[in-house]
């Protein structure tokens, strides 16, 4: 009787233990001011408990190897002193952090695509590299920030260099003691081979899900099957957790056909379909074990002067999206998820 009781009060445990907290992120875009309260406000009336910050590198082209970071010339919210202020504000919210150093190639080249000529400009633009990861490595070691992120879509510098990262992370575990991913781009995460020494698969999730203008939601679920199917294999495989380190849609025609466009292109404004696909992602996801959470693509801290009825772009301010957002983010709080 005792083992019974025993076994029944362990079932009892299992099924009241709360669920992992899920990240329920937005993309917090770097200004050229400080963040004061008035911007943070927007961020709690949404109900989101994680922000990434995103300090920048930039790069003159994708064969130079030469990086500049953490300069006057950048704006305030890209350099570590204004990542410094918008963490600390933030946590003072009790909002969490993901700092997600990255990269930006003149003109906007791809940075994925970016492979050195020679060995020499190779390891040039390796030293330079870790140079930046770690001085905010040891900023999010500083602010207690809880992931950090050691790269965005950089597939070809992953595939061609796995040497590099594998010291790289190794030195990032010596000055951080957090939580550590990647962002992975929807088309390289199955061959990124270092998610073993991770703490979660990283993606960001532009993948495509249908060629249809105006899409259904089902349209929109039936795109999710495949790669749903991928993703859960790798986790699996990984034993690792999936992160969507970033997920978003354009508020226009035909936007689950190349969710990564980022191009100003004249694409007609459709405020439901970027409504619809969100409510989607958050259905297929957010309920399952192995997915902790994401971060929305994106967030600007000017929140009354952006986004729009009018507006074709990433941003789900000031849409019907930011309400499909604010309530899936509320009842994650509520549930405890």
């Known amino acids: 009787m005792n083992k019974l009781i025993w076994v029944l009060f362990l ?24 963040v004061a309260q008035v911007h943070v406000n ?4 949404i109900h989101a408990n994680y922000a990434a910050i995103m300090p920048y590198g930039f790069i003159r082209d994708i064969e130079a190897p030469e990086l500049v970071f953490n300069t006057d010339r950048q704006w305030f919210g890209e350099r570590r002193e204004g990542c410094m202020q918008y963490i600390k504000t933030l946590h003072e919210n009790g909002v969490k952090v993901m700092l997600k150093p990255q990269l930006w190639i003149w003109r906007g080249e791809f940075t994925g695509h970016m492979v050195m000529k020679t060995e020499e400009e190779w390891e040039k633009f390796e030293n330079s590299y870790a140079q930046f990861i770690l001085l905010y490595a040891e900023l999010a070691e500083e602010t207690q920030t809880d992931i950090f992120c050691i790269g965005t879509e950089l597939e070809a510098f992953v595939k061609n260099r ?25 088309d390289e995460y199955d061959e990124t081979p270092f998610w073993n020494q991770l703490d979660y698969i990283g993606v960001n999730a532009y993948f495509p899900l249908t060629d249809d203008k105006d899409p259904t939601m089902q349209a929109l679920k039936e795109g999710w099957k495949p790669w749903k199917t991928k993703l859960q294999a790798l986790v699996e495989k990984e034993n690792k957790p999936i992160m969507f380190t970033e997920f978003g849609y354009r508020s226009m025609d035909f936007t689950g056909k190349k969710p990564w466009l980022v191009d100003r292109g004249e694409m007609n404004v459709n405020l439901q379909a970027q409504a619809d696909a969100i409510q989607v992602i958050f259905d297929e996801f957010w309920s399952e074990e192995w997915f902790a959470g994401g971060f929305l693509w994106k967030w600007f801290i000017d929140h009354e002067e952006v986004g729009g009825h009018a ?27």
Not at 166 to 179: M, T
Not at 312 to 319: A, E, H, M, V
Not at 325 to 337: D, E, I, L, M, Y
């Open 11 to 34: 079932v009892f445990l299992s099924c009241t233990s709360p669920k992992p907290e899920k990240v329920n992120g937005i993309s917090f875009v770097g200004s050229r001011k400080e």
């Open 42 to 45: 927007p961020v709690l009336d």
């Open 162 to 186: 796995p040497e590099f990262w594998n010291q790289l992370i190794a030195d990032v575990r010596k000055v951080y003691k957090g939580k550590i991913t990647y962002a992975a781009n929807w």
């Open 311 to 337: 507006d074709n772009r990433f941003t789900p301010q000031n849409k019907p999206a930011e309400l499909v957002v604010r309530n899936h983010f509320a009842q994650g709080k509520r549930t405890g998820s």
